[in-house]
């Protein structure tokens, strides 16, 4: 299953496309018994492989499920991971569309 030309993927071989304002699309959810899952939506790609690199770089565990439209998955990742996901997915650079602003630059000194 070779992707098609017009969907450029980064090295890594998955991509997370931001949504219209350039926000991560990253939600928590709380399920029965006092469970929390962090919620990575508009994974394009390998998301077997996102998964896996979160897993190692988070020390967690997680499950993939595709979204309706069937190009894009939805990767949940065990906890209340959301800013820890966030850091790792921009130190992935898989992130597509995300707002300057919300990237922090560092400050030289």
Do not use: Y
Request: with cysteine; aromatic share 2%.
């Amino acid at each position: 299953a070779q992707p098609t030309p017009s969907a450029k993927l980064p090295p890594c071989g998955f991509s997370v496309s931001c949504g219209k304002k350039g926000n991560v699309p990253i939600s928590l959810e709380k399920r029965p018994k006092g469970k929390k899952v962090t919620i990575i939506s508009n994974v394009q790609g390998s998301a077997k492989s996102l998964l896996s690199a979160l897993g190692s770089l988070l020390g967690c565990g997680g499950t993939l499920r595709q979204e309706s439209s069937g190009i894009h998955w939805t990767v949940e990742v065990q906890g209340d991971q959301a800013e820890r996901v966030a850091a790792a997915l921009e130190q992935l650079g898989c992130l597509k569309g995300l707002r300057r602003e919300a990237v922090k630059p560092k400050a030289k000194e």
